[in-house]
């Protein structure tokens, strides 16, 4: 059993708009210029399609590496060295994850107008057999920051797959688990670029605060599968 705190993926049941969206986005990208970034959003039929199961069921299909945040412009992701508790963090890296929504939810949350920290993070449990289960997912932001709504219109971009390294899967509360994060010590150039709203990410009445002095608190009982700090 995860701790409370880890939020299930709803159900991915895709139905056939959705499903024929995916098909053909994945076939327009095959034929799209290679020196410019495929727009999604004339795939998604007048809102007719949740954005959350079009990346999923896209991811489903094809391997992608995601990227999520507020700037609509990125021509190459270049690499950082981000503040970050996890190992896996801590280097040099372009930064991205093999699961959609958990880009959206950098996407959504306003970091350039508020003075935010973010805590959060994805996980899939392995069976006997090494295969994943479904997703699980956390989300906290600045505590003082919450009640503001600091949330954006973003974009989640979709960059190749080759040359990012994926976290090593490993122990977590004496199960075994994987945490879908990538990096890539060299630039990527996006593939594709989706425009997301706050209303699109599934978790949003979800997102819970924390203390930013204890930011370090926090992140330790995760890493550990303790309890949510009081």
Same mark, same amino acid.
């Given at each position: 059993?995860?701790?409370?705190?880890?939020?299930?993926?709803?159900?991915?049941?895709?139905?056939?708009?959705?499903?024929?969206?995916?098909? *053909?986005?994945?076939?327009?990208?095959?034929?799209?210029?290679?020196?410019?970034?495929?727009?999604? *959003?004339?795939?998604?039929?007048?809102?007719?399609?949740?954005?959350?199961?079009?990346?999923?069921?896209?991811?489903?299909?094809?391997?992608?590496?995601?990227?999520?945040?507020?700037?609509?412009?990125? *021509?190459?992701?270049?690499?950082?060295?981000?503040?970050?508790?996890?190992?896996?963090?801590?280097?040099?890296?372009?930064?991205?994850?093999?699961?959609?929504?958990?880009?959206?939810?950098?996407?959504?949350?306003?970091?350039?107008?508020?003075?935010?920290?973010?805590?959060?993070?994805?996980?899939?449990?392995?069976?006997?057999?090494?295969?994943?289960?479904?997703?699980?997912?956390?989300?906290?932001?600045?505590?003082?920051?919450?009640?503001?709504?600091?949330?954006?219109?973003?974009?989640?971009?979709?960059?190749?797959?080759?040359?990012?390294?994926?976290?090593?899967?490993?122990?977590?509360?004496?199960?075994?688990?994987?945490?879908?994060?990538?990096?890539?010590?060299?630039?990527?150039?996006?593939?594709?670029?989706?425009?997301?709203?706050?209303?699109?990410?599934?978790?949003?009445?979800?997102?819970?605060?924390?203390?930013?002095?204890?930011?370090? *608190?926090?992140?330790?009982?995760?890493?550990?599968?303790?309890?949510?700090?009081?």
């Amino acid at each position: 059993m995860l701790p409370d705190y880890w939020i299930e993926r709803p159900p991915l049941s895709l139905d056939a708009e959705t499903q024929a969206a995916a098909d *053909e986005f994945l076939s327009a990208l095959k034929s799209a210029r290679s020196d410019r970034t495929l727009d999604v *959003e004339g795939l998604l039929r007048d809102g007719h399609i949740a954005p959350w199961k079009f990346l999923c069921g896209v991811a489903d299909r094809h391997r992608f590496a995601f990227h999520g945040t507020g700037d609509p412009n990125i *021509e190459s992701f270049e690499p950082r060295h981000p503040i970050d508790f996890a190992p896996f963090g801590d280097q040099k890296a372009v930064f991205a994850t093999s699961d959609p929504i958990w880009a959206m939810f950098y996407a959504i949350v306003d970091r350039d107008s508020h003075d935010i920290t973010l805590n959060n993070g994805c996980i899939v449990v392995l069976d006997a057999n090494g295969d994943p289960g479904t997703p699980h997912y956390y989300f906290s932001i600045s505590r003082g920051t919450l009640p503001q709504h600091p949330w954006r219109t973003g974009y989640v971009y979709l960059l190749p797959i080759e040359g990012f390294v994926e976290q090593a899967a490993g122990p977590y509360g004496g199960q075994v688990a994987r945490v879908p994060q990538l990096a890539s010590p060299a630039p990527v150039r996006p593939l594709a670029r989706m425009q997301v709203s706050p209303d699109d990410f599934p978790f949003l009445a979800q997102i819970r605060g924390h203390d930013d002095e204890r930011l370090s *608190e926090y992140a330790q009982a995760v890493m550990a599968a303790a309890p949510w700090p009081d």
